[in-house]
């Protein structure tokens, strides 16, 4: 028989899939060569590794990203579209997709002979194949007839979480229990710090998390997890010791050197950070699935940018473009680098690539060209730029939906 019930492609809780939805759409931009912007595409891989590194270990994210990302503000008709579509999710969900105690039977329960273990190993082997909704309806069942079973308890609470629209607090309650009963599974607690967090309940996240290292010490996955629960708390000196942990366990890892920068970065710990990045330019090979090398190589321009290293830093951006020449804030940023070396008639082409991939975001391109312009004697284009930098910002914020 076929499975025909929904799988974890989207929805609740956030999934990489969606943290890079995000990325791609909603991508921060740095406003000069010297400044770290909050939402940048760099900034965002942090929270990923709440979503990375708990999907590696427990198949699920362990931080929402919307408790840490600022997503963009969205309008009335907007906001209400969402809300019907939400609605006709949810109907979708659990009125044609959830399936029957039978179905469920049919399906996972190869020994039926077997009685409630029969079934308990259902559950189990539904959950293993993401078939969350199988799994619950297979863990309820045994604990019709066995109250006491903590690893129906913790599959029912596991299947909650990752289920498309997740029930959280029961989720909780179904880990915690199956904990009480004698669950000692690191990944149960893995479930219960990222529900925690979600709840905003931090102490609690953090002592889970806590916990499934206690248990499993060398699973780097949790360092990475703990690393950025404490990020989220303000909790840095903590981070950077987890992220020094992983790369104990592995010095190869690029991901963690460019996490470790990034808060390095929000530290003041501008040497430090340039060289951890200089480890991800090292380290990470061209065909990564979700290469970081080239934002490494933009990182460390913006660091030496503010150590006056202007030359340096049109080396590291023209480097970076070898990664993503779709980049616009990339040609904004080699431009100021040309313009601060008194390259203008560069910085002109530079300015003029990155408004022509992005005209309406481009409002810094335009004051700069303008500025550049001006240093060329080209005073008539300087002006129609500085009047296209004035639309924009008079431009509202966000354009409504109103049909």
Known sequence: MPNVYPKKDFGHPNHLLQLMSINKTARGRVDSASSVNVVTKSNLLVVMSLVSSASMLVSCDTFSVSDSVKKPSQSVAVKKKIKELDGVLEEFTFEKYRPTLEQAQQQYVVHPEDGIRGVLEGASAAFKVADYYSAETLADEVLKHDDKCALAYVI????????????????????????????????????????????????????????????????????????????????????????????????????????????????????????????????????????????????????????????????????????????????RLRGQEYAAQGQYRRAVLDYTRAISMAPEFERGAYESRAVAYEKIGEFGLAKKDREEAKRLADKPAEEHIDK
């Open 156 to 331: 029912r609470g596991k299947a909650r979480c990752n289920a498309v629209i997740g029930a959280d607090d029961a989720a909780i309650k179904d880990l915690e229990k199956g904990i009480k009963l004698g669950d000692n599974d690191s990944r149960t607690y893995a479930y219960l710090a990222r529900l925690y967090f979600v709840k905003k309940q931090n102490k609690k996240a953090l002592a889970a998390i806590d916990r499934a290292i206690e248990l499993e010490p060398d699973q780097r996955a949790l360092y990475k997890s703990r690393a950025a629960l404490c990020v989220a708390v303000g909790q840095k000196t903590k981070a950077l010791s987890d992220y020094g942990k992983i790369l104990e366990l592995d010095p190869e890892n690029s991901d963690t050197y460019f996490m470790r920068a990034q808060l390095h970065e929000t530290m003041s710990n501008k040497d430090a950070a340039f060289n951890d990045y200089a480890q991800v330019v090292k380290i990470e090979k061209r065909d990564e699935p979700v290469p970081i090398k080239g934002m490494a190589y933009k990182r460390r321009a913006v660091i030496l940018s503010g150590r006056g290293d202007h030359k340096k830093a049109v080396n590291e951006l023209t480097e970076a473009m070898a990664f993503d020449d779709d980049d616009d804030e990339l040609f």
